[in-house]
């Protein structure tokens, strides 16, 4: 079993920065990709980013130029870091890692947007 904890959510003002972190452990065999999807209030859930072992990367259009992600492949960690954030981007974010061909999730973070 793959256990995923999201940390470094939390309220800030529109223009603001957060970064997220997502940290795997538990029986790992080898991560592959690993990413962040958002649930804002009301709303399904959205892919947000995602990133290879191999560090390529993919964003949805709407995160583009302002959201980072990257991982230390050493510490089973990927990070988000987001910025010029805006009210919209309010959501609960939740980690995914996919290991053995298994798809995992956190148990989400709450990132706030409002001033």
């Known amino acids: 079993q793959v256990q995923l904890v999201e940390s470094g959510g939390g309220l800030v003002q529109p223009g603001g920065s957060l970064r997220l972190s997502c940290a795997a452990s538990?029986?790992?065999?080898?991560?592959?990709?690993m990413g962040w999807y958002r649930q804002p209030p009301g709303k399904q859930r959205e892919f947000v980013a995602i990133i290879s072992n191999s560090g390529t990367t993919n964003s949805a259009d709407s995160v583009k130029g302002r959201f980072t992600i990257s991982r230390d492949n050493a510490k089973n960690t990927v990070y988000l870091q987001m910025n010029s954030l805006k009210p919209e981007d309010t959501a609960l974010y939740y980690c995914h890692a996919l290991d053995r061909g298994i798809v995992h999730w956190g148990q989400g973070t709450q990132v706030t947007v409002s001033s």
């Open positions: 538990g029986s790992i065999s080898r991560l592959s990709a």
